[in-house]
């Protein structure tokens, strides 16, 4: 199990960066028509908290690996 919470840690990790710090989630959107959606979710207050969650997820995933061997 702790290697799916790392995998996931990561990978969210991963996509929330790139939508933190590239147009990526711009273009996403603009792609799936959801444009609507463009001032709420490209926003600081709402990525930045998604970024410290999945930092800490994947803290805890490393601290319980290291944990059990």
């Given at each position: 199990m702790?290697?799916?919470l790392l995998v996931l840690g990561?990978?969210?990790t991963t996509?929330?960066?790139l939508c933190c710090?590239?147009?990526l989630l711009p273009?996403?959107?603009?792609?799936?028509?959801l444009t609507g959606l463009l001032g709420t979710l490209y926003?600081?207050?709402v990525l930045l908290p998604i970024l410290a969650g999945f930092l800490l997820?994947?803290?805890y995933a490393l601290w319980r690996q290291k944990k059990q061997k």
């Open positions: 702790a290697n799916k990561l990978g969210g996509l929330a960066i710090f590239t147009p273009v996403v959107l603009t792609a799936l028509g926003n600081d207050v997820l994947t803290g």
